[in-house]
């Protein structure tokens, strides 16, 4: 055997310790459920402009003209006749009122051809629903509504530069000590944010909140996924992301009850005070621990799983000097970055394909979540069953990809949410429970779509730039995030063009995806160039991992690693 060869079996070999003393036992769970705390606060952040950036109902402000007397005896409805033009729907206008009160609409109810201003005294907020918004604090409404959007482009461009950041930071310093600077760095700018007095200091805030909660995000799922072992690792996935639609459900609960932006703000940032404190209880990566030359600690950690899943006997014959070789690949003086990206015509193929991939998920999931409002229902009801369709969705995800593959799973996913988004264009606002089910249809099937592309990239990427493609793809994906918000504003245009740009991006990328091979039952690549050859070939040259560990084991039940 070649030296070459001998290091690719010695990196095999760690996945196999891990599956000896248990890659799916109780240590693991222990890691899922402490890391379930701070994981429910992302999608409380992720979509907190659901409510915080609300827009209640709205008028001008009358209250200096009636402080001039000038409305006399009037009733408050005659006042708001002579003051404020109607809508077409019949209700008062938001954003106009009359220069001067048109007394002579209280028997002529014409008011087409009357000329009109914008709001000279400010507004009056229907305080039923919300207690105090960013757009009752600031007025941030009409001409100024903009602004209110923009508040969730500016959180979601943090969050875009805190993943390479976090990403390369997590690589150098190591997961665990990485999560808590994570942790404690978001409570303080979201518990500042809570706090802004100014329209100015709340964008500041939010933006670094957005870029710690990025390393929550990313440390978080890359920690629980490299203590499973290969078996479980589909199953881990799912299992995680869980915690997202259980913190979805979460925030609608909190923001029922707490109907103020700053303490809903507090309330849904608490957790992480817990999750500080369960720190203390969870492990470092042992694979990081030991591609970093910290063989003691790694061993450390491997016995603590051991003894956790009952399999203390396991560790007998592995020592820290044995695990030493146990991540080593092929060439160790080569160095991987995001150049080797763009390196050769297919991983360039690859890195453009899921760079759309993501961008077009994101933008269409975070388009359809951000818009809780267009089904006649209550904003908090549309919220909560939002979330619950999550639930079923990827539990059939789960079965769904280990028969058929990720390939139709992504595809479909896809193009059914732009039908689902394309239905909805056609369907009046009246239909507002047929416009509910399919609206429920259209997030189930983008958040299935969401599931999937992070699975299916991590398998698509060769080992050696695995990480650094993932994170250009989440960055990629959390531009298209930044974008959707802003997209919204484009109903001054045309009242349909937002749907219809989400459904097409949604079915544009489904299509891209045609263009992605099969991962399902096929060996992960290890290096650049085995993006170049069949994956039929690159599965059957390597064996199964799992077998390997049973082949691997001695006469005591134990595994040998030399």
């Not at 402490?34 to 008028?59: E, K, W, Y």
């Not at 007025?139 to 100024?144: A, F, S």
């Not at 200091?201 to 710690?212: D, Q, S």
């Not at 219809?500 to 263009?515: K, M």
Request: with cysteine.
């Amino acid at each position: 055997m070649s030296s070459g060869d001998s290091k690719v079996l010695f990196k095999m070999k760690f996945d196999n310790v891990l599956s000896e003393i248990n890659g799916f036992g109780k240590f693991q769970v222990m890691i899922v459920l402490i890391q379930s705390l701070s994981r429910m606060t992302l999608p409380c952040h992720f979509l907190l402009n659901n409510f915080i950036a609300a827009v209640p109902s709205h008028r001008c402000d009358l209250s200096a003209l009636d402080d001039e007397g000038v409305f006399g005896n009037l009733t408050q409805e005659q006042r708001l006749t002579v003051s404020i033009p109607v809508q077409e729907d019949g209700t008062p206008s938001s954003c106009k009122m009359f220069p001067e009160p048109q007394f002579h609409l209280l028997s002529n109810s014409n008011d087409s051809d009357l000329a009109t201003v914008p709001c000279q005294n400010g507004w009056v907020y229907d305080n039923s629903t919300f207690k105090s918004t960013l757009a009752t604090e600031w007025d941030l409404v009409c001409d100024r509504k903009g602004m209110n959007k923009a508040t969730a482009t500016i959180f979601f461009i943090g969050v875009m530069c805190g993943a390479p950041l976090f990403g390369f930071l997590s690589d150098r310093f190591g997961r665990r000590a990485m999560l808590m600077v994570a942790y404690l760095s978001t409570m303080v700018f979201a518990f500042t944010s809570a706090f802004s007095t100014s329209y100015v200091m709340f964008c500041i805030m939010r933006f670094f909140t957005g870029v710690t909660l990025s390393g929550i995000s990313i440390i978080s799922i890359v920690l629980s996924v490299e203590w499973f072992d290969i078996q479980y690792r589909t199953f881990a996935g799912v299992i995680v992301s869980l915690d997202w639609t259980g913190g979805n459900m979460l925030l609608s609960s909190i923001a029922y009850f707490v109907n103020d932006w700053r303490w809903l703000t507090i309330a849904v940032t608490s957790p992480l005070v817990l999750a500080v404190i369960t720190w203390w209880w969870l492990p470092e990566s042992a694979r990081w621990l030991l591609a970093n030359g910290e063989k003691e600690k790694a061993h450390f950690y491997l016995e603590k799983c051991a003894k956790m899943n009952n399999r203390s006997n396991c560790m007998a014959e592995i020592t820290p000097q044995t695990l030493t070789n146990a991540v080593r690949v092929k060439d160790e003086d080569r160095k991987y970055g995001f150049v080797d990206l763009v390196r050769t015509p297919n991983i360039r193929k690859l890195a453009i394909c899921t760079g759309i991939l993501w961008y077009g998920v994101a933008f269409t999931y975070y388009g359809i979540s951000l818009n809780i409002t267009g089904f006649g229902m209550n904003v908090y009801f549309t919220q909560f069953i939002y979330a619950a369709i999550e639930l079923p969705g990827k539990i059939m995800v789960y079965y769904f990809l280990n028969k058929f593959g990720r390939k139709p799973g992504q595809v479909g996913t896809l193009l059914l949410t732009g039908a689902c988004v394309f239905i909805n264009i056609f369907v009046p606002q009246g239909l507002w429970v047929f416009r509910t089910i399919v609206g429920l249809f259209g997030k189930g099937l983008s958040e299935a779509s969401f599931t999937i592309m992070f699975l299916y990239t991590t398998e698509l990427y060769p080992t050696v730039v695995r990480q650094n493609g993932v994170g250009y793809s989440s960055f990629v994906g959390r531009l298209g995030v930044s974008i959707a918000p802003l997209i919204a504003l484009l109903d001054d245009v045309w009242e349909l063009l937002p749907a219809v740009i989400y459904a097409l991006v949604a079915v544009g990328t489904g299509l891209v995806a045609l263009l992605l091979p099969e991962t399902l039952n096929v060996r992960l690549p290890e290096f650049i160039e085995d993006i170049d050859r069949p994956r039929a070939e690159l599965d059957g040259e390597s064996g199964n991992p799992l077998k390997q560990a049973d082949e691997n084991r001695n006469e005591n039940g134990t595994v040998e690693v030399t």
